[in-house]
């Protein structure tokens, strides 16, 4: 048996499957098991598998996974667990340090056992109620989270040619002044509902602040009912200094044999 250990997290009610691959062993190109590893009838079950490796340049790199399998560029909720995770295992000494990631090198601060804060990416691209927070995200305003059919709507949108080929997560959101954010969010790679997410939690409050009259920090609040908070400087044009601070749980360890996973789809 090829035994994989793992510890079962959560960010905000986004939860993860998170591997220590220091020693640079996981098989990280097999996609269809990192899948079935995230499958939830058949597998561990989560909302993206994060594998722990090392860095030339950093304390560590953070490669994070879809539940289809596929590689995104970062998770905000992700990375929030993922530096909990690092001081856990002895990955890093400090309860400050900074990461690698496919969208660039984050830093992070635990601030308590059950409190973690990022720094995020500069958002960039942005175009009408369109914003890249690490990963794309577009922003649909709405009056009542509880009317959206977040499965159908999201999905459209997700699809749209002006987003192709790699597609968009998108936000309902309702805008709340002076600061109050309340977000539903369609994850392109988990195609449904998320629980919760960071980088949409970040990219609504950013169009928030800067078309709708919002002001940092923003709190976001999960239809989990977790709370985030987004904060950073706006000087009219460009943003700077955006962070993503908020709650995260290690719910379980454990170990699953790598080989059976193959079973799964076949």
């Keep these: 048996m090829n035994i994989v250990k793992f510890t079962k997290m959560h960010g905000a009610g986004n939860d993860f499957v998170l591997v220590d691959d220091r020693a640079e062993r996981f098989p990280i190109h097999d996609h269809r098991r990192i899948a079935a590893m995230a499958s939830r009838p058949s ?12 860095s030339e340049k950093c304390d560590f790199t953070m490669r994070f996974f879809n539940p289809d399998g596929t590689e995104a560029e970062m998770c905000g909720n992700g990375a929030r667990c993922v530096a909990w995770f690092a001081r856990a295992v002895g990955a890093v000494k400090s309860d400050v ?9 984050v830093e992070a601060e635990v601030i308590s056992d059950a409190m973690v804060k990022i720094a995020m990416p500069s958002p960039k691209d942005f175009a009408e109620d369109f914003v890249v927070a690490g990963v794309p995200h577009k922003i649909v305003p709405v009056e009542n989270l509880h009317k959206v059919d977040v499965l159908k709507e999201g999905r459209a949108l997700r699809m749209m040619e002006e987003f192709s080929p790699a597609g968009t997560n998108v936000d309902f959101v309702v805008y709340r002044q002076p600061n109050r954010v309340y977000v539903r969010t369609y994850e392109r790679g988990v195609e449904a509902e998320t629980g919760a997410c960071g980088t ?3 990219a609504s409050s950013i169009i928030g602040v800067k078309d709708y ?37 290690m719910v379980f360890d454990g170990q699953i044999d790598w080989d059976s996973l193959d079973t799964v789809f076949e």
């Design 200 to 202: 949409g939690a970040v």
């Design 43 to 54: 597998g561990i079950g989560c909302e993206g598998v994060i594998v722990l490796q090392p």
């Design 97 to 105: 340090m900074r990461f690698d990631t496919a969208a660039g090198v």
């Design 213 to 249: 009259g919002l002001e940092f920090p923003v709190h976001v609040k999960t239809m989990q009912g977790y709370d985030l908070v987004v904060d950073g400087s706006f000087n009219g044009e460009e943003f700077s200094d955006v962070s993503l601070t908020g709650p995260v749980k």
